[in-house]
């Protein structure tokens, strides 16, 4: 049995999943190839996704989604919310004149089994499950019978709450009541890092009490003008008492679902963690940190990137009982190799050594590697790498990202060598976790307060990495890099070798390689 499962609305996905073997065949996302980040789903995702199917799938499946607003009767499908009785959908229907399966659940649900289907943990272990992200902000207990309880709500919109604040403080923002900017929760993230420790003062007591509580789906009601008289009103995100009140926020938040946690969550089973708060990687450290549950997962496509994934598992469940997947997180769109002018190109067959002196040498190399990983982060297929040691190395990257220069870089380490450089002795192999920086020679990676998002790498999960750390080690002394994600701005990952090239000449990289070839430019001026 193969089930086809699309995600309508932002990061639109498609996912197919063969029952039979309980496997993963592809996760496709719609922003991959350089389309807008956050898009739906389009024609070009739709036809390539077709074509690795040799039939026409058994189950068409559908996550639940909204017309128009979260609070409106247009539904997609199930709709949004919901995780009992009545909260999937289910009949035949005939496409391209064959009949299959149609199946539907919420986004609610969607976020459950995903989180549950790619869990390490065995088929009926009794896990808690956070959703949260720009709707939900609630617990739930799966139990041995699969059968889910809904613990509570503990916040409507946590997400959206944490993206306000930039809208608040940020003078260039002037979207309409009730819109904000998916990319923002991010930024707040870095911006954090840099608010003072201390007491609360009355300015960040008043703008949490009249955010915090608000019972509004998706903040539809809000628009920063509503507070034009408050101290942050357009203050400027990189202003001090913003990125203190930032700090302020995210502790209150995390607060809430914390002490509701510990007073209700008391059996120390795992914890799933899914929806778009789940890429707050100071967040999840501190889930860790509670001790309350005997371990954390959380998916690489804990966002909505995940929810076609999570829908297939829902229907494979409903047809077959079975909600655990074997899943690879190269899963994504594999990389198309069309012509270019190789001219301005030196082409090397791929030697790690090679590369390890060039990157040594202070040189930028974007690294292509088989497919696209699934989720929004860069692991190691779709990266832009550097020496970690220089802060010009992290201002260097930040440019040719066209990023605000607050903005930290990530590390990829040997996993082997995690407790060497990091606090957190653990494998990380989807960079969801911050960890304080024990090596004061990584200077690129480490962030204002002293952490980084380390990914950790072993030789069965991406083995060119590993070779190249490896390689990176012998040279340099340490097995760490700097990795950030291969992709114009605004845009998903890069997928084409025309769009290497473009880039590269374009932010001024010194080179890169696909696969098993090494392409440096020529010798040239003004590097970024």
Known sequence: MIINSFKPGHDGAIAAVDASSAELIYSYEAEKDSFGRYSTITPSVVLDAASRLSAIPDVIAISGWFKKGLESDGAVASGYFGVVEGSETVHEMTIFGRK?????????????????????????MPCYALIWEGALGDFYEIDERLQVVHLGKVMA????????????????????????????????????AYGQPGSIDRDEQALIDFLLPRADIGLHSLSKEDLRDSPYYNIGVTNQKFTTLVRRVSDAIFDSFYTFAKNNLTKRLPLLVSGGCGLNCEWNRRWIDTNLFSDVFIPPCTNDTGSAIGTAVDAMRHFTGNTKIKWNVYSGQPFVSDEIDQAELDIHQLDYGQVASALLDNKVIAWIQGNCEIGPRALGNRSILAAPFSKDTHERLNRIKKREGFRPIAPVCLEQDVALHFDLARPSPYMLFFQKVLDNRLQAITHADGTARAQTVSPEQNPPLFQLLTSFKAKAGVGVLCNTSLNFNGAGFINRTSDVLKYTRAVGIDGFVINDAFYLLKERTGKA
Not at 100 to 123: C, D, I, K, N, Q
Not at 172 to 184: A, S, V, Y
């Open 157 to 192: 919109s946590p997400g959206d709450k944490f993206a306000f604040l930039y809208a608040l403080a940020d003078p260039e923002f002037t979207l309409p009541r009730g819109q904000l900017r998916n990319q923002d929760p991010g930024k707040l993230m870095a911006l954090g």
């Open 100 to 124: 299959v399966h149609f199946y539907s659940s919420t986004h609610e649900r969607s976020h459950l089994w995903s989180a549950y289907g790619m869990s390490p943990f065995p088929a009926g």
